[in-house]
Nanobody, 123 residues
Framework: QVQLVESGGGLVQTGGSLKLSCKASGRTFSSYAGGWFRQAPGKVRDLIAA????????YYVDSVKGRFTISRDNAKNTLYLRMNSLKPEDTAVYYC????????????????WGQGTQVTVSS
């Protein structure tokens, strides 16, 4: 089992920045791929970024490419999402997740999930 706890969400103005953290505990987090999802009100939960176990490979959806950066520090068992140039349409609950997946991003399935952290971008 892997337990994930997100932090770093909040209220920010358009154009601002936030950095989300996801602290992992339990089984060896460093061997798992990681991902960040978001879910806006009335919408499905979508994957927006993923990273392989080493941090050497990343994946982004087009809507966040160039603005968001996913990273990890395996020594600290922590996954990060740096979000710059935030827009009102980035408003959502953000979830981290990890996957015991074969090489290649994004993973087909994520087994472990955090509880989510709210990000609100005001116009």
């Amino acid at each position: 089992q892997v337990q994930l706890v997100e932090s770093g969400g909040g209220l920010v103005q358009t154009g601002g920045s936030l950095k989300l953290s996801c602290k992992a505990s339990g089984r060896t987090f460093s061997s798992y791929a990681g991902g960040w999802f978001r879910q806006a009100p009335g919408k499905v939960r979508d994957l927006i970024a993923a990273i392989d176990w080493s941090g050497g490979e990343t994946y982004y959806v087009d809507s966040v490419k160039g603005r968001f950066t996913i990273s990890r520090d395996n020594a600290k068992n922590t996954l990060y999402l740096r979000m710059n140039s935030l827009k009102p349409e980035d408003t959502a609950v953000y979830y981290c997740a990890c996957a015991d997946a074969p090489p290649g991003l994004p993973p087909d399935e994520f087994e472990y999930w955090g509880q989510g952290t709210q990000v609100t971008v005001s116009s």
